[in-house]
């Protein structure tokens, strides 16, 4: 079994955010922020700038105006989408790198996690409740974990995690049984080992069990995950890894129909916007 001692050193082996990353997920959370200081942040980072002037200006946003400016690119993006394209934007190499621990070819991982960022906006739409917007960035980074995990896995490891999924556990039970701990609390504990915020981290810790998270933003990661699941972004094991669970749905005043719905909302728009995340 792996030390925990092991993956924590891991994980602080990874590369960092970038700081203004962590800065903007600072002041997203606090209730008073302003537009004026995300922008101020995001133009101590020209590249970023850059980038997210490019995405405020594609094809996804086709039929507006340029715009010229970081305060105008947040304004029409919107921040949680921006604070989740600039987190891509740091960590794209980590998450575009095979895994075949998981059985996650190159690029897969990658798919997965902007499908599931992505998926946060119909949601958030869709939500009678106010979704937060550090829920872009959790769903964005709620497989982190098994980045870390992967490095440890021994051939036998890899075996007994194999044996546990074809005896019907889940990926998350193999995990605890085999390793002792699973891809989600160590995502958590990645997302504090960056200074994120305590939310957004608890929304990668209980992408998998929303009801253990009680927050809305373990229910926006946990659904977001899904959908991406959903179109075909991400491997599946059992039908329940696609099914929602009501609670989560009910929490966030989602019937099962406006679920479905949103769903088929998906697919259109993914391809385009996931070139403008993969561009440099």
Request: glycine residues 8%; charged residues 20%; hydrophobic residues 50%.
């Amino acid at each position: 079994m792996i030390e925990a001692a092991a993956l924590v050193k891991a994980a602080h082996g990874l590369d960092p955010l970038p700081a203004t990353v962590a800065r903007l997920a600072s002041l997203v959370v606090r209730p008073d922020w302003s537009l004026n200081e995300a922008a101020h942040l995001v133009e101590f980072d020209p590249a970023l700038t850059g980038r997210l002037l490019r995405l405020a200006n594609s094809a996804a946003m086709a039929g507006l105006s340029p715009v010229n400016t970081a305060r105008d690119a947040i304004m029409r993006v919107g921040i949680g989408p921006a604070l989740a394209f600039a987190a891509a934007s740091g960590l794209r190499k980590q998450l575009k790198r095979a895994l075949p621990e998981y059985g996650l070819t190159e690029g897969q991982l990658w798919r997965h996690s902007v499908a599931s960022a992505l998926a946060v906006e119909p949601i958030a739409r869709r939500a009678r409740t106010p979704v937060p917007p550090e829920c872009f960035t959790a769903a964005l980074l709620h497989d982190i974990g098994k980045i870390v995990l992967a490095r440890f896995l021994s051939p036998d490891e890899l075996k007994w995690l194999a044996e546990a999924r074809d005896l019907g556990g889940s990926s998350l039970q193999a995990e605890m049984e085999v390793l002792g701990v699973n891809h989600a609390e160590l995502g958590g504990q990645i997302a504090g080992h960056w200074k994120l915020p305590e939310r957004l981290a608890a929304g990668i810790t209980f992408h998998h069990t929303p009801d253990d998270g009680h927050d809305l933003v373990c229910d926006v990661v946990y659904l977001a995950n899904i959908a991406a699941k959903r179109i075909g972004e991400g491997v599946v094991r059992a039908p329940d890894e696609v099914t929602a669970q009501g609670s989560s749905l009910t929490r966030l005043g989602l019937t099962p129909t406006v679920w479905e719905d949103l769903i088929l909302t998906l697919p259109a728009s993914f391809e385009a916007t996931l070139a403008q995340y993969a561009r440099d």
